[in-house]
């Protein structure tokens, strides 16, 4: 079983910057398809990108696409969320989750405690 452990939200201006670290333990990374999603108050969790097990495709909603870029690690078992021109409605708690490789498209059953982003006008 993996653990998943996410850093690097805090509070920016928008146009501001973050970058989201998830930090993986129990298991290496490398047969995971990772994502990240988030949730802001009041409204449903949603997709916000995914980077599959072998690295080779990335996946992102609309709405964060030219502005997101998610990365991994696997020698430091890690994966990124590198956020540019942020804006007030990217607010919302970011959590990490693993997907191993083989399980059903965006099935994820491993997730971490989530990360607060607070982008400001």
């Known amino acids: 079983q993996v653990q998943l452990v996410e850093s690097g939200g805090g509070l920016v201006q928008a146009g501001g910057s973050l970058r989201l670290s998830c930090a993986a333990s129990?298991?290496?990374?490398?047969?995971?398809?990772m994502g990240w999603f988030r949730q802001a108050p009041g409204k449903e969790r949603e997709f916000v990108a995914e980077?599959?097990?072998?690295?080779?495709?990335?996946d992102y909603r609309d709405s964060v696409k030219g502005r997101f870029t998610i990365s991994r690690d696997n020698a430091k078992n890690t994966v990124y969320l590198q956020m540019n021109s942020l804006k007030p409605e990217d607010t919302a708690v970011y959590y990490c989750?693993?997907?191993?490789?083989?399980?059903?498209?965006?099935?994820?059953?491993?997730w971490g405690q989530g990360t607060q982003v607070t982008v400001s006008s």
């Open positions: 989750a693993a997907n191993p490789r083989g399980s059903p498209y965006r099935q994820y059953p491993y």
């Open positions: 129990g298991r290496t990374i490398s047969s995971y398809n």
């Open positions: 980077i599959r097990w072998s690295g080779d495709r990335t």
